[in-house]
């Protein structure tokens, strides 16, 4: 096998580890504090449960940009390999926590020596021929997503099966297996010597550098909106599903279910749509998709039943499976070479931005304008995006194209 498939391979496990274990404590980090870390007050749990969730993305929006400068000074693999080492030993250390403190702050220590997905992205990017690129990131991208969707849902499982602390130390141990997959398999050629006689700009010239390229630019915002449209309605759809179910019977499996099956569509779609991509261009399917996912969240808003959302849901995996990995695909074409896992790991802040500001966004407006309302706006955005991304890729692309002709 070459060794870029090798590389593919092992990465899309590891990526899916590190998402879904973010994401699994979802469902029973409520039930965590209170039958684990003492607290009894309805409105103290939900105080500390947001920021707890939310503690891991605001230091991973943070630290992200400097372990991507430090990734092209010393190699990918070494970032990956600190980052899934890392948080194998910071997960089991969740598993002993005393006290919401300790768990808010170990969460933010993860958030901070986290850099698995950019690192894993940007080595993939580096390892993989030209001619199958749109391919690897989309097989990649499927790893990640999966993790994130089907990470809540393995989380209510083991909860159910093993009790809430043993989910740390299974995860843990499953990051270090990961890791140790990554230090004897996953390879690639850097030289450490060419990284050094390179001017390495500081992070902050360095995002001022990439701000100057309006397609990448663009490229951040998608990945924005795709995350915040995601994770704005995530907390409601439980009480959505309850309401157009019309019982509380077997609501936890039909919630989870919902939404998870986004995450299911989105790993099937994924790498197929990566593949069209290097036969018609990233540009297309990203432009494609974002109209597609646009118009997959109306139906959401108008479902009448647990079925209409499910399908839905489904479409809107579909289409959110061309996205990121077209995003992935054009940030390489369009970075400065030596600056690509900055540009990576920038893209990973804005991921962890919109993780941070989606479910919050999304609890502030729901007494406005309802989980309905969260729909038509996500509809809006992503079709406005689509705007965004036809003047600042398609038409330039299109007009460059033509001048060289």
């Given at each position: 096998?070459?060794?870029?498939?090798?590389?593919?391979?092992?990465l899309w496990f590891g990526q899916f580890l590190v998402m879904g274990g973010m994401t699994m404590i979802i469902p029973f980090l409520t039930l965590y504090l209170q039958f684990e870390?003492?607290?009894?007050?309805?409105?103290?749990?939900?105080?500390?449960?947001?920021?707890?969730?939310?503690?891991?993305?605001?230091?991973?929006?943070?630290?992200?940009?400097?372990?991507?400068?430090?990734?092209?000074?010393?190699?990918?693999?070494?970032?990956?390999?600190?980052?899934?080492?890392?948080?194998?030993?910071?997960?089991?250390?969740?598993?002993?926590?005393?006290?919401?403190?300790?768990?808010?702050?170990?969460?933010?220590?993860?958030?901070?020596?986290?850099?698995?997905?950019?690192?894993?992205i940007s080595l993939i990017s580096a390892t993989t021929p030209k001619e199958r690129m749109g391919f690897a990131m989309g097989t990649i991208q499927s790893g990640a997503m999966a993790?994130?969707?089907?990470?809540?849902?393995?989380?209510?499982?083991?909860?159910?099966?093993?009790?809430?602390?043993?989910?740390?130390?299974?995860?843990?141990?499953?990051?270090?297996?990961?890791?140790?997959?990554?230090?004897?398999?996953?390879?690639?050629?850097?030289?450490?010597?060419?990284?050094?006689?390179?001017?390495?700009?500081?992070?902050?010239?360095?995002?001022?550098?990439?701000?100057?390229?309006?397609?990448?630019?663009?490229?951040?915002?998608?990945?924005?909106?795709?995350?915040?449209?995601?994770?704005?309605?995530?907390?409601?759809?439980?009480?959505?599903?309850?309401?157009?179910h019309g019982s509380l019977e077997n609501i936890a499996f039909l919630a989870g279910f919902v939404g998870s099956v986004t995450g299911i569509s989105n790993m099937i779609a994924s790498?197929?749509?990566?593949?069209?991509?290097?036969?018609?261009?990233?540009?297309?399917?990203?432009?494609?998709?974002?109209?597609?996912?646009?118009?997959?969240?109306?139906?959401?808003?108008?479902?009448?039943?647990?079925?209409?959302?499910?399908?839905?849901?489904?479409?809107?995996?579909?289409?959110?499976?061309?996205?990121?990995?077209?995003?992935?695909?054009?940030?390489?074409?369009?970075?400065?070479?030596?600056?690509?896992?900055?540009?990576?790991?920038?893209?990973?802040?804005?991921?962890?931005?919109?993780?941070?500001?989606?479910?919050?966004?999304?609890?502030?407006?729901?007494?406005?304008?309802?989980?309905?309302?969260?729909?038509?706006?996500?509809?809006?955005?992503?079709?406005?995006?689509?705007?965004?991304?036809?003047?600042?890729?398609?038409?330039?692309?299109?007009?460059?194209?033509?001048?060289?002709?």
């Amino acid at each position: 096998m070459e060794q870029w498939k090798k590389n593919l391979i092992v990465l899309w496990f590891g990526q899916f580890l590190v998402m879904g274990g973010m994401t699994m404590i979802i469902p029973f980090l409520t039930l965590y504090l209170q039958f684990e870390l003492g607290l009894s007050d309805p409105h103290e749990i939900g105080v500390w449960a947001g920021f707890i969730f939310a503690g891991n993305f605001v230091t991973a929006f943070i630290f992200q940009p400097i372990w991507g400068k430090l990734a092209d000074r010393y190699g990918r693999k070494m970032m990956l390999l600190r980052s899934g080492f890392g948080m194998a030993i910071v997960m089991v250390m969740m598993g002993f926590a005393t006290s919401p403190w300790h768990l808010l702050l170990l969460r933010m220590l993860n958030g901070t020596i986290s850099g698995f997905n950019p690192a894993s992205i940007s080595l993939i990017s580096a390892t993989t021929p030209k001619e199958r690129m749109g391919f690897a990131m989309g097989t990649i991208q499927s790893g990640a997503m999966a993790g994130t969707i089907l990470g809540p849902l393995m989380g209510g499982l083991l909860a159910d099966a093993v009790g809430y602390r043993p989910i740390f130390y299974i995860t843990g141990a499953l990051l270090f297996a990961a890791s140790l997959l990554a230090l004897f398999i996953v390879k690639e050629s850097f030289d450490l010597a060419k990284a050094a006689t390179r001017v390495q700009a500081s992070v902050l010239d360095g995002l001022k550098r990439i701000s100057r390229i309006p397609q990448l630019m663009s490229l951040y915002g998608v990945t924005f909106l795709i995350q915040f449209a995601m994770m704005s309605p995530m907390t409601l759809i439980p009480l959505f599903v309850q309401e157009l179910h019309g019982s509380l019977e077997n609501i936890a499996f039909l919630a989870g279910f919902v939404g998870s099956v986004t995450g299911i569509s989105n790993m099937i779609a994924s790498p197929l749509l990566g593949k069209l991509s290097d036969r018609i261009g990233a540009e297309k399917i990203l432009a494609v998709s974002l109209i597609g996912a646009a118009l997959a969240f109306i139906p959401q808003a108008l479902a009448d039943s647990v079925f209409m959302l499910l399908l839905a849901r489904f479409g809107l995996g579909l289409f959110l499976g061309g996205l990121i990995p077209a995003v992935n695909s054009l940030i390489r074409v369009y970075t400065p070479d030596g600056m690509e896992s900055r540009a990576y790991s920038f893209n990973s802040s804005t991921m962890s931005l919109g993780n941070m500001i989606g479910p919050i966004t999304g609890g502030a407006l729901s007494g406005y304008i309802g989980i309905q309302g969260l729909f038509v706006m996500s509809a809006v955005l992503m079709l406005l995006n689509g705007v965004w991304v036809w003047f600042s890729l398609l038409s330039k692309r299109s007009a460059g194209r033509g001048t060289a002709s």
